[in-house]
């Protein structure tokens, strides 16, 4: 046997060997273990997967169900009787009742589980009144507002437990009602795993507010909502006592782990709890893994340990023998250290009195001087130091230059020092931290002195720093959300043009508008206002990278830059957009801008434009942003653009029919064209003035090019006064005349002339002015302007019916029209468009429309006058329903009062002189 293996190492060899072996024999166990316990948790989350599959499935038959009732050949069948004009009374209601038999053999079909599965059909026309109920004498459930092209909607009304399917009903185009199916919320506990609760399993289906809908068995949540389970992540096994709001509930003194699964279909999901001993009852604990590692490393520790300890006890028997033979080395050593000692103190005695003279000549000095040793360490201060950084001398020379560093600088500083003792004199500006943890700027001069010390001069440079930041910040931030100002944001997108035609990368410039920003202001005041504004700019902020450049350029108007975002312009259309969506959403967010109240809702409308290089110069791409985001608010608002030529070229042209719209009515270029009116003896009753546009040296401009451009920039106010006084001006020529006093002048009313506060009274006055008969007067307003406040515009009308004026509703059917407020409408005359006219006599639906019109007319005590009326058919066919005025090509065009029928011309007044006047 080797001398060096001894009896104690043998036995040192035999253990570590056989601690190696069980410790490879724990650890193979311990992997096994962890292998079945993912096979186990991998079993449980695909049987949950595959049930909320069966439950998607069930969810989405319901849809599937309605859709098929609603394309039911007994629904089309009543829709077309309906629509030929047949009565209740005679055929629809056989109609309803074969519709309702056909509902309930559906009811009996649909059985799942041994179940039916629906426990009621109901049917209501486009009113939303009920035709058809399977289940009579129970109050039906209100139907939802369908879109007329949108699919099935699936409702989970965990309230009176219940899945109710609606859909729109089309015939032909129009909206022909809305059909709803209910099914029992319960139906969905039988598909629920009845032998989990056995294992000790509990499975229930939640909403997205957490609140349990149905389970099998005792309910779990005992009826309260439960938000953290709705708030778990989904797929994911989870410990209830690692999540919030859930760690402290009752469901972790009976559970210990949870899985969320959401269904398909709709806002709910498949939620299984259940304990660890369920789960993993039959693998090994970890616990007694661990300890069983554990004991195979302690064994070799100990072994170790002994070792150690015995070579220990040899070494210090040696020491006490060597300390035994050195006893009279160390008696001449206390000697020479007692000599030492005394040197030492009259060095001592020296150095304070040196320090004392060095005391007197810096603690009258005004600047701040520090001393540090070659350790970093303070060793002397004077007052004015002191007083700079807040500590006493005492505090000081306990500490080291580095504790003076602001946080993330003590290495700056240590850096510092170590040059000043490796080169020599420093001049620096730099950063101190107070003993208030405020943060100074001071000018500093250090210098190097033998044995490593450094002495620092400081001058405290804080006040004109701030002020300096001050200038800097008034002059390139927003002083109110601290974001770049116009003036900086020209300087780094002029960088970022530079930069990306150097990296030939695309860039992007996003400009951002609050939507509806003005009414918050006018509501809720400035100061909040400048809370969203703050907010905002906060999120913003968050949103981009960091080498983008965010900046408000006044009001609610946002910029931001964004570079590098791919080498083609795909790539960087594609990077903008998302950019711009995540923005989006993050501004769509709520804001809790006052205490107390409910949250404020702010959108966002963003226009994109790309730049490459300097292809573009800075203020076109400010402009292509610019008509992005106006294409974005022309969209609706609340949406994303990115910018095109064609967009450009289209602003361009309304620009200039803009302009060359305000030449023309500075110009005296617009001229009311007149079109008969007559009744059914041929006779003329009135007319309607027509506003044209005449520029002298070109052709006659369209309405339907230039009303629109005067509709949006309000130039149709000063339009629609010139024409009602050049109407009211018409009539009281016509007046004058007795072949002409009886007739009437119908002028059309443009929505936004009608708004006007004071519209009545430029219509008083325009009476009094030229002394008319108000009742020869005759205002044509279209849906469109009625729609918007209607309880006031109605106001607005009767003030108008009692000056004497008539109301005549213009292009009927074509926008929005409604019985329910049709009828509270003070109107004298419907307007029938022309384009139900046109083809009257070979177009069945429109046919159909013009009877019901008269009809609807005639019970409302209303007249009625058709335009567009060309042929003789056509007059025809108005005459035999009922129709008694008429107006189109086939009775005269519109032109110029001098080309009206001679006895009608009269006498007027020059456009100039409304204008002037």
């Given amino acids: 046997m080797p001398a060096w293996l001894t009896r104690q190492r043998w036995l040192l060899l035999v253990a570590t060997a056989f601690s190696l072996y069980l410790a490879v024999l724990l650890v193979t166990a311990f992997r096994s273990q962890e292998q079945l316990r993912d096979a186990t948790e991998a079993r449980l989350l695909t049987d949950n997967q595959q049930l909320a599959i069966v439950l998607g499935d069930f969810l989405s038959d319901q849809r599937m169900f309605v859709l098929n009732l609603a394309d039911s050949h007994e629904i089309e069948t009543f829709l077309t009787n309906k629509a030929l004009g047949m009565s ?430 003005k009414d918050l202001n006018d509501t809720q005041g400035h100061d909040v206002g400048d809370q969203l504004l703050t907010e905002v700019a906060t999120r913003l902020t968050a949103c981009v990278r960091r080498d983008d450049t965010v900046a408000r350029v006044g009001g609610d108007e946002f910029l931001v830059v964004a570079k590098r975002l791919g080498p083609d312009q795909s790539t960087a259309a594609v990077q903008a957009e998302l950019i711009a969506e995540k923005v989006h959403q993050a501004l769509g967010k709520p804001y809790a801008l006052i205490e107390g109240r409910l949250a404020h809702y702010s959108n966002a409308s963003i226009g994109v434009a790309l730049f490459h290089g300097q292809e573009v110069t800075i203020e076109v791409l400010l402009k292509q942003a610019d008509v992005a985001l106006y294409q974005a608010k022309n969209a609706g608002r609340d949406t994303i653009r990115f910018f095109n030529p064609e967009m450009q070229a289209t602003i361009d042209a309304r620009a200039a029919m803009e302009a060359a719209l305000r030449d023309a009515i500075r110009r005296r270029e617009l001229q009311l064209y007149y079109q008969p009116q007559v009744n059914r003896d041929g006779r003329i009753t009135g007319a309607e003035a027509l506003l044209r546009w005449l520029p002298p040296s070109l052709e006659p401009i369209p309405p339907d090019r230039f009303i629109p451009v005067a509709e949006e920039t309000g130039l149709i106010l000063p339009i629609g006064a010139w024409a009602l006084a050049q109407g009211c001006a018409r009539l009281a020529g016509w007046q004058k005349e007795p072949a002409t006093a009886d007739l009437t002048l119908s002028l059309n009313v443009s929505a936004r002339q009608f708004h006007q506060p004071d519209f009545v009274a430029q219509v008083w006055g325009q009476i009094k002015r030229f002394e008319i008969d108000p009742a020869k007067l005759k205002l044509e307003l279209t849906e469109s302007a009625l729609i918007d406040r209607v309880d006031e515009m109605i106001e607005r009308l009767h003030r108008l019916k009692g000056l004497g004026v008539g109301i005549s509703l213009d292009d009927f059917g074509t926008g929005y029209s409604s019985l329910s407020y049709l009828k509270r409408l003070p109107l004298d005359e419907i307007k029938i468009d022309q384009s139900f006219v046109r083809d009257i006599t070979h177009d069945q639906n429109d046919a159909a429309i013009v009877r019901a019109i008269l009809a609807m007319s005639r019970s409302l005590g209303l007249d009625v006058i058709a335009e567009g009326v060309e042929t003789q058919e056509q007059r025809a066919f108005l005459l035999r329903h009922g129709c008694e005025h008429y107006q189109g090509y086939l009775f005269g065009r519109p032109g110029p009062i001098e080309d009206f029928p001679a006895p009608l011309a009269g006498h007027g007044v020059q456009p100039a002189e409304i204008f002037t006047n």
Avoid at 97 to 122: C, D, H
Avoid at 176 to 201: E, F, I, K, P
Avoid at 307 to 334: F, K, W
Avoid at 342 to 358: F, G, I, N, V
């Fill in 88 to 517: 209740m009374r005679y055929g629809l209601n056989a109609n309803l009742y074969a519709i309702e038999e056909s509902f309930r053999r559906k009811l009996s079909q649909k059985v799942v589980l041994g179940t039916q599965v629906y426990n009621r059909i109901l049917y209501f026309d486009e009113t939303g009144e009920l035709l058809v109920d399977t289940t009579p004498g129970t109050k039906p459930p209100t139907p939802p507002a369908l879109a007329p092209e949108s699919g099935p909607e699936l409702t989970i009304d965990g309230e009176h437990g219940r899945i109710v399917a609606a859909t729109s009903v089309d015939y032909r185009g129009q909206p022909g009602g809305t059909l709803m199916t209910v099914a029992n919320l319960a139906l969905l506990s039988r598909y629920l795993n009845s032998s989990a609760q056995d294992l000790g399993m509990r499975q229930l289906i939640i909403d997205d507010s957490g609140r349990e809908l149905t389970t099998r068995g005792k309910p779990v949540l005992g009826g309260v909502a439960s938000p953290p389970l709705a708030a778990l992540p989904p797929n994911r096994l989870t410990r209830l006592e690692s999540m919030a709001g859930l760690s402290a509930s009752e469901l972790s003194k009976h559970y210990d782990l949870v899985l969320r699964v959401p269904i398909a279909g709709a806002p709910i999901a498949l939620v299984t709890i259940l304990p660890t001993s369920a789960l993993y009852g039959h693998i090994t604990s970890r616990r007694f893994l661990y300890f069983a590692t554990a004991v195979p490393f302690v064994l070799v520790l100990t072994a170790f340990w002994y070792d150690r300890m015995r070579q220990r006890t040899e070494r210090l028997e040696a020491d006490v023998r060597e300390s035994n033979r050195n006893r009279e080395e160390l008696r001449h050593h206390n000697d020479a250290l007692k000599a030492e000692i005394e040197r030492r103190e009259t060095l001592e005695r020296q150095l304070r009195e040196s320090q004392e003279r060095y005391r007197t000549y810096i603690e009258h000095a005004p600047e701040g001087i520090f001393v540090a040793d070659a350790t970093r360490r303070f060793i002397d201060a004077n007052p004015a130091a002191c007083t700079m950084v807040g500590f006493t001398r005492e505090e000081l020379v306990s500490m080291t230059i580095t504790d003076l560093a602001p946080r993330g600088l003590a290495e700056e500083h240590a850096k510092l020092f170590k040059a000043v003792q490796r080169n020599g004199p420093r001049e620096i500006e730099m950063r101190l931290r107070r003993k208030d943890d405020a943060e100074i700027i001071v000018h500093l001069r250090a210098v190097a002195l033998p044995d490593g010390i450094v002495l620092g001069f400081c001058l405290d440079i804080t006040a004109r720093k701030r002020a300096e930041e001050q200038i800097h910040t008034l002059a390139y931030f927003d002083p109110l959300t601290g974001l770049p100002n116009r003036r900086l944001l020209m300087d780094r997108l002029r960088q970022a043009m530079v930069g990306s035609g150097r990296e030939r990368s695309y860039g992007a410039l996003f400009m951002l508008d609050l939507d509806h920003f």
